[in-house]
């Protein structure tokens, strides 16, 4: 069966149909990361969108139920050169994903890297181009889509029990890998749902703010939340999470033209020179500074990768620590947090 993907400004790129039939709208984006896709259609953060995986073929290794990141897809589409394998496609095809095999992925990717992320509209099965290109062009734009809620926990619930300090993870699309890690540090975490009160989360010895999807500046109590928490409890924010503490410190943040979402970003380390190759997905940024808070900076752009209020006992990154997938240069941010965290609530 056909298919294609029609973007806003009217370019269509045809494949084949290899997962359900149907139609996805979003903002189509790309990943340079060569493994992890099931991780990837996974992440709360890819919400509302329609990826496109730069490497060549996707699938060879299957799927598995422990690489997922939640307990569902949220990529609306997935857009690749070669799907390989039955599995991954049989997979997509379970959950009523849309995918395309035979994408010309490079064009897309080009086209996507000079007029920058574009809403658009992936076909599987009959449709018109045209009408797929008008509907498109309706959609909302992503700045100033607040998505956390949609994505969030509903209800607060323990995830681990037993650990040397007492965490709370505020889910604004938190991924499965995230809490593995801080569980494995020795983290007793409890997950709370996007609109958390200060109140509920200074009853523990820290709180990490976690990844998600959309624009951080629509979510203006989850801000009031942060500030009123910033200096009253260790924090340590994660993408989303690092941008909203960056909001409530006083720093700007603005739209991406195509965003950063891939496992090979290099980030500086400002302090020691030293380079770390990270995991990325985000959309959003925190406005370049000369600020003593940033810590980590884009090799890429310059933009605030890391922000640490050392006065305060608040730190952020915007690469993903927790690699899932990834390069795992950042892997002792989480465990060094939390070993901190266990150590302030012992003295």
């Known amino acids: 069966m056909t298919g294609f993907l029609a973007l806003e400004d009217g370019t269509v790129f045809r494949g084949d149909s290899v997962a359900a039939e149907g139609f996805a709208v979003g903002e189509a984006v790309f990943?340079?990361?060569?493994?992890?896709?099931?991780?990837v259609v996974t992440d709360p953060s890819f919400a509302e969108q329609l990826v496109c995986f730069?490497?060549?073929?996707?699938?060879?290794?299957?799927?598995?139920?422990?690489r997922s990141e939640s307990a569902r897809p949220h990529a609306r589409a997935v857009l690749m050169r070669e799907a390989r394998g039955p599995a991954w496609t049989d997979w997509l095809h379970e959950r009523g994903i849309v995918a395309l095999s035979g994408i010309d992925t490079r064009s897309l990717v080009l086209k996507l890297r000079e007029a920058g992320a574009m809403r658009a509209v992936t076909v599987a099965g009959a449709g018109s181009a045209e009408q797929a290109i008008s509907v498109a062009r309706s959609q909302p734009s992503m700045v100033?889509?607040?998505l956390a809620p949609e994505v969030s926990t509903r209800t607060p619930y323990i995830?681990?029990?037993?650990?040397?300090?007492?965490?709370?993870?505020?889910?604004?699309?938190?991924?499965?890998?995230?809490?593995r890690r801080v569980a494995g540090a020795g983290g007793a975490v409890t997950v709370f749902p996007h609109d958390a009160t200060a109140d509920e989360l200074l009853r523990f010895d820290g709180v990490l703010l976690s990844n998600g999807p959309g624009d951080p500046e629509p979510?203006?109590?989850?801000?009031a939340v942060v500030r009123d928490l910033i200096g009253r409890v260790p924090l340590l924010?994660?993408?989303?999470g690092h941008q909203l503490l960056a909001?409530?410190?006083?720093?700007?943040?603005?739209?991406?033209?195509?965003?950063?979402?891939?496992?090979?970003?290099p980030v500086l380390e400002r302090a020691t020179g030293r380079v770390l190759v990270t995991s990325q997905n985000h959309g959003f940024a925190v406005a370049p500074s000369e600020s003593r808070e940033a810590t980590y900076v884009s090799l890429y752009d310059g933009t605030v990768e890391g922000l640490d209020l050392p006065l305060e006992h608040a730190r952020s990154v915007q690469f993903h620590p927790e690699a899932g997938p990834g390069p795992h240069d950042a892997w002792p941010i989480i465990e060094q947090w939390v070993e901190e965290v266990a150590y302030a609530q012992a003295a």
């Open 31 to 39: 990943t340079t990361a060569m493994t992890g896709y099931q991780e």
């Open 219 to 223: 979510l203006v109590d989850e801000i």
């Open 144 to 146: 100033g889509r607040a």
């Open 237 to 240: 924010g994660i993408c989303l």
């Open 54 to 66: 730069t490497a060549p073929m996707i699938g060879n290794y299957g799927v598995a139920e422990g």
């Open 159 to 179: 995830y681990s029990d037993a650990g040397v300090a007492r965490i709370a993870v505020v889910d604004y699309g938190c991924k499965r890998s995230i809490l």
């Open 247 to 265: 909001l409530a410190a006083g720093h700007e943040t603005f739209k991406l033209p195509f965003g950063h979402r891939g496992a090979n970003h």
